[in-house]
């Protein structure tokens, strides 16, 4: 297994170009399965997650035709499968997307249930509520998901708590079900409203994606998906904090701000100085940070996934800092790493204080989930002296080329296996 070594303490410079987003290209992905033809997605991120969700469209019996360089093609035209096997599914949640689109084209679809995972039981139940209240008769049984529906037929659903993927899901099945769907409390992050863009692009009739009420006129038929990826803002947020925390000055290439704006806001607050541009923002450390509290949220909140990367900013700031996890019950494995690293981490709940040390040192850590991982290595890039990070797989299935792009930031890092 690959581990990522780092020699801590150099300030960070210099310019780095974000990625296609990890979290866009998996539900597009997905959607290939509504059409009947050959689907072209560009800017797509070389990382495990999509390598696992071409796996499972091949299974399927799609047509994966090529993936070289940023540019994927699928044929999706002869599907024959119904069945994502539990092997697939349980190395990546959001295999579960394939749900409503089997199910919308096939009229049925069996799905591994994901079980638990290092952040959180994270159930699908809702996504199989929606499904129901859109005619389909679903049972589980011997860890499987069976949903059938001869044909699926709109209606109204209320999410009980915000779900990107559930919303995704309900969203894809919608569009080719008879008549109106209403998703109300739908979620508004912006992979969300990509998704919609780029169905609405094959034909779909989705409206108000990115606002709370989402409103879907069923389709016979969705047109072959041709589209770009957007940068990833996970990837942007992590390079930010990078140039942060190592008392550095980045300039992240190829983003979209406003992406970012409620990381960017915390940073400010911190005392760092961060501009905007045209698809550009740029980072500059004033010396140490202050410390800040954040909650996270669903969009526009505070993203789940930059509190871990977050708090490793936080473990060197000046004061105490107060994090609350709202979304997920158990994301702060990453505290005990960072308390190896000499970090001071109080958690409580959902809650957890840190109180800023003068310095981190260099310490043997374990990643435990993709955002953990960036946490431990954004904590290293900081600290004096050598960490290893080990089980860096987490990290490859989220980020591209994580240790090159810090490597030509300045960053003494490497991977060894
Ligand atoms: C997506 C993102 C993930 C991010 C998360 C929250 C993808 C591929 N993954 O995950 O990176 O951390 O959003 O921004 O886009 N829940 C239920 N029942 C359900 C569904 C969700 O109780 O049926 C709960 C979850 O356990 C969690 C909360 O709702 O506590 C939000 O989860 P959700 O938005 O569904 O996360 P994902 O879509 O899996």
């Given amino acids: 297994m690959d581990k990522i070594v780092i020699q801590g303490g150099q300030p960070l410079r210099g310019a780095v170009s974000i990625s296609g987003a990890k979290n866009a290209v998996l539900p597009v992905l997905a959607a290939t399965l509504l059409t009947r033809g050959r689907n072209r997605v560009t800017n797509a991120p070389r990382v495990k997650d999509v390598a696992t969700m071409l796996d499972l469209i091949r299974d399927l019996g799609g047509v994966i035709e090529s993936w070289e360089k940023d540019e994927v093609v699928i044929n999706s035209e002869p599907l024959k499968k119904t069945e994502a096997r539990y092997d697939l599914v349980s190395t990546m949640r959001a295999s579960c997307l394939v749900l409503g689109p089997l199910l919308a084209r096939l009229g049925e679809a069996k799905v591994s249930l994901p079980g638990g995972c290092a ?10 509520k929606g499904l129901e209240a859109l005619g ?64 609405n692009q094959s034909g779909a009739k989705i409206k108000d994606a990115g606002s709370d009420t989402i409103v879907i006129q069923g389709v016979s038929s969705l047109e072959p998906i041709d589209c770009c990826i957007f940068p990833d803002r996970i990837e942007a947020a992590t390079y930010l904090i990078a140039g942060a925390i190592t008392g550095g000055e980045i300039e992240v290439q190829n983003c979209f701000p406003n992406h970012v704006e409620p990381v960017v806001l915390k940073l400010r607050e911190a005392g760092v100085t961060v501009q905007t541009g045209d698809g550009v923002l740029y980072v500059k450390a004033n010396g140490p940070v202050q410390s800040v509290n954040i909650r996270t949220q669903p969009h526009p909140g505070f993203p789940t996934d930059v509190q871990a990367q977050f708090m490793a900013l936080m473990t060197l700031a000046e004061g105490q800092s107060v994090i609350m996890e709202t979304v997920f019950e158990n994301r702060f494995m990453h505290a005990a790493e960072l308390k190896r690293l000499g970090a001071d981490i109080l958690i409580e709940g959902h809650t957890a204080v840190v109180r800023g040390v003068k310095q981190l040192s260099g310490a043997p850590v374990m990643a435990t989930d993709l955002r953990a991982s960036a946490s431990l290595v954004l904590a290293a890039l900081a600290a004096k002296g050598e960490t290893i990070v080990s089980r860096v797989y987490h990290i490859d299935r989220g980020y591209v080329s994580m240790e090159k792009k810090m490597s030509r930031l300045g960053a003494t890092i490497k991977r060894v296996k």
């Avoid at 049984?141 to 993927?165: M, Q």
């Avoid at 969203?171 to 979620?187: I, K, S, Y």
């Fill in 136 to 199: 389909a008769e679903i049972h589980v049984n011997e860890g499987y998901i069976h949903a059938r529906a001869k044909k699926l037929v709109g209606a109204h659903y209320c999410f009980d708590t915000v779900s990107v993927t559930g919303t995704q899901n309900l969203m894809m099945a919608a569009t080719l079900a008879e008549g109106e769907t209403v998703l109300e409390n739908a979620a508004r992050e912006p992979e969300v409203s990509f998704l919609a863009e780029v169905l």
């Fill in 119 to 128: 952040i959180g039981a994270r159930p699908i139940d809702l996504h199989i």
